[in-house]
């Protein structure tokens, strides 16, 4: 880990000699073992590595970030990205970094996973799993992780994190439009049950078929974590300072207030053994659990140093990334890892519970009509099943949830008591640990 920690602290001292009053540089490696596998063969086994310098330079409040990926010229880019600065337009929200001496817990790190070999028998045991259940055509992604990160700042920030997790994502077909979908998301190599997973897809995938052209009209829906990770980034992301202060998310003016069913008690935790624990973020504050929803009420905002400083509070350690990604803006704040607060129901009670109703396995195409007030709709994927006076009688297709946001929180009547950790590259994202749920009375309209 020192080597990583050099280099931070060398294009830190660098960025500062060039002028930049504050300056953020985090040395990142990451480890990528992948395996791909469609039609229930393996398509291809890679592997690579990456190391990389994310630079923040201020300025007063003329800022830029960038991602340098050449390592031996790290240093002449830092100088060059700080000449950038001084003639970038100032930035009028930032306030500055955090400063300040501090102690990072060390993360916990599965040995086995840096020592895997066979990537692919994970992918072996997903296929055979699906088959066992009925399943004709298998697909899907395996994962194995291992990421080094060290940062040092001009606040005072100096650590090393490091952590390892492996991921599965198994897609099964009992006929071309009958499908399941399944995922396994975890930091210790021991709690990967492949066969399991891709068996749950495999049932799922039964149950879908001979599916008919859905009801429009209000249902009850039976959400399973993974069709809850679906949405799980949109409403994150709205807890977020910055979006709130754009206006693009529907709780602006919302702390303090009813934002959800007592049923619903949501709080962001880093520290947990998840996939994506971290020791600190992207400004180097420890990163700590916050309760941001309690018993439906909006308790803060998800806050950096500069958000702190306009909301008069402190940070809440959520500093995003200082490069863009899909999930977040630069710096900005962004939840870690989400954890919505089991109930005390099992996922069957909630279906014998349920009168006329959707369980609901996954979903995409996640789109808002208006972000202010919530508006969205969102198409559910893979097993939708029709629930009527608690049993699963059949399939559905085309069909989409076409509601408002906070009245489906507001409509969580029952969560189980069983958690899942879910993580999907395209719509289920951040990490998330969740339980199944049931909203009363959603809107569903026509896809198709």
Same mark, same amino acid.
């Given at each position: 880990m020192n080597d990583l920690k050099e280099i931070a602290k060398d294009v830190l001292e660098v960025s500062l000699a060039a002028g930049a009053d504050d300056s953020l540089a985090e040395a990142i490696e990451s480890t990528v073992h992948q395996v791909r596998y469609s039609n229930s063969q393996i398509d291809a086994v890679n592997s690579w590595t990456e190391k990389h310098v994310a630079l923040f330079v201020a300025i007063g409040k003329h800022t830029m970030a960038s991602d340098l990926r050449?390592?031996?010229?790290? *240093?002449? %880019?830092?100088?060059?990205?700080?000449? &950038?600065?001084?003639?970038? =337009?100032? +930035?009028?929200?930032?306030?500055? !970094? $955090?400063?300040?001496?501090?102690?990072? *817990?060390? %993360?916990?790190?599965?040995?086995?996973? &840096?020592?895997?070999?066979? =990537?692919? +028998?994970?992918?072996?045991?997903? !296929? $055979?799993?699906?088959?066992s259940e009925g399943a004709v055509n298998v697909g899907g992604t395996f994962f194995a992780r291992h990421r080094r990160s060290a940062i040092a700042s001009s606040g005072g920030a100096n650590g090393a994190d490091e952590t390892a997790w492996v991921e599965l994502s198994v897609r099964a077909f009992s006929q071309p439009e009958a499908s399941g979908h399944a995922v396994s998301c975890t930091p210790k190599l021991s709690d990967m049950d492949a066969r399991r997973t891709g068996a749950r897809a495999g049932e799922l995938s039964k149950m879908a078929m001979n599916a008919v052209t859905g009801e429009e009209g209000k249902h009850d829906i039976v959400m399973q974590p993974l069709f809850i990770g679906g949405i799980m980034e949109s409403t994150s992301s709205m807890m977020s300072a910055f979006v709130v202060d754009i206006g693009a998310s529907m709780y602006v003016k919302k702390l303090g207030k009813k934002v959800a069913s007592n049923e619903i008690t949501f709080i962001d935790d880093p520290t947990i053994s998840s996939i994506s624990a971290r020791a600190f973020d992207h400004e180097g504050v420890p990163t700590r659990r916050n309760v941001v929803i309690k018993g439906g009420v909006l308790k803060t905002y998800l806050h950096n140093t500069s958000t702190a400083a306009r909301y008069k509070t402190k940070t809440t350690a959520n500093a995003?990334?200082?490069?863009?990604?899909?999930?977040?803006?630069?710096?900005?704040?962004?939840?870690f890892h989400p954890v919505v607060v089991p109930g005390d129901w099992s996922e069957r009670e909630l279906i014998e519970d349920t009168k006329h109703g959707l369980y609901l396995n996954h979903t995409w195409y996640t789109r808002f009509q208006n972000y202010r007030t919530g508006e969205f709709s969102t198409i559910p994927r893979d097993a939708i099943l029709k629930i009527e006076d608690g049993e699963i009688?059949?399939?559905?297709?085309?069909?989409?949830?076409?509601?408002?946001?906070?009245?489906?929180?507001?409509?969580v009547d029952a969560l189980s008591k069983n958690t899942q950790e879910i993580f999907w590259w395209d719509e289920a994202a951040p990490p998330s640990t969740l339980p199944t749920a049931r909203a009363r009375s959603m809107r569903i309209t026509r896809s198709a």
């Open positions: 050449d390592i031996a010229n790290a *240093k002449e %880019s830092a100088r060059n990205l700080v000449a &950038l600065a001084k003639s970038s =337009p100032p +930035k009028e929200t930032y306030a500055g !970094i $955090a400063s300040g001496r501090f102690k990072y *817990k060390k %993360s916990k790190l599965d040995s086995r996973i &840096l020592k895997l070999d066979e =990537p692919s +028998k994970f992918a072996h045991e997903a !296929i $055979a799993g699906a088959e995003g990334p200082l490069i863009p990604t899909p999930f977040a803006f630069p710096g900005e704040p962004t939840a009688v059949g399939a559905v297709k085309n069909i989409r949830v076409s509601d408002n946001m906070m009245n489906l929180w507001k409509s």
